[in-house]
């Protein structure tokens, strides 16, 4: 198969998915009707947010698309997202699992490194390999944010037992 069958189709899912990103803080909907372009995010998400596991992880596929097709407009949408993470509060150096893409603001302050934020943390580091080692601002939010998991979500139980737990706080 050819690269311009990845370039043509790739760029056509592409565009298809740049209306996901029509908020007023560029943080992508769930979710995007492709006929008319709207979005939105899951119902049971807290408070209309979007998830980070889902948003977290498009950097890798966004900065591709670029190459592929040449127009930055996809590398643009991803580090929006990568710098809006970076300028925001985070309680205890966590990341929360829901971001409102309407306000900028944290959902409901619930962290965890199982489903709805896992994938965020992998694809910094994928990220940070993919680029040769050359994304250190990836690598650095990865460092900075294991080291926060370290110190606020590593447990051990009554027993002894070491766990990786989650935290919740305020809504």
Not at 27 to 55: C, D, H, Q, Y
Not at 162 to 171: D, L, P, R
Request: charged residues 20%; contains cysteine; proline residues 4%.
């Amino acid at each position: 198969m050819e690269i311009s069958c990845f370039q043509d189709e790739g760029g056509a899912a592409g565009r298809e998915l740049i209306p996901a990103f029509n908020t007023p803080t560029g943080i992508p909907w769930a979710m995007v009707n492709l006929k008319t372009g709207v979005g939105r995010n899951w119902g049971w998400a807290s408070a209309g947010s979007s998830i980070l596991a889902e948003f977290g992880t498009l950097h890798m596929e966004f900065v591709h698309l670029t190459y592929l097709t040449g127009n930055p407009v996809y590398y643009q949408k991803v580090m929006h997202i990568r710098k809006l993470l970076a300028k925001m509060d985070r309680p205890n150096g966590l990341y929360p699992n829901y971001l409102n893409p309407r306000t900028g603001r944290w959902g409901q302050h619930h962290t965890s490194v199982g489903g709805l934020g896992d994938s965020f943390y992998e694809y910094l580091l994928k990220a940070w390999l993919m680029s040769d080692k050359t994304d250190t601002e990836a690598r650095k939010t990865y460092d900075d944010a294991i080291e926060a998991i370290e110190r606020h979500l590593i447990r051990k139980s009554n027993g002894g037992l070491t766990f990786v737990g989650e935290w919740k706080t305020g809504t």
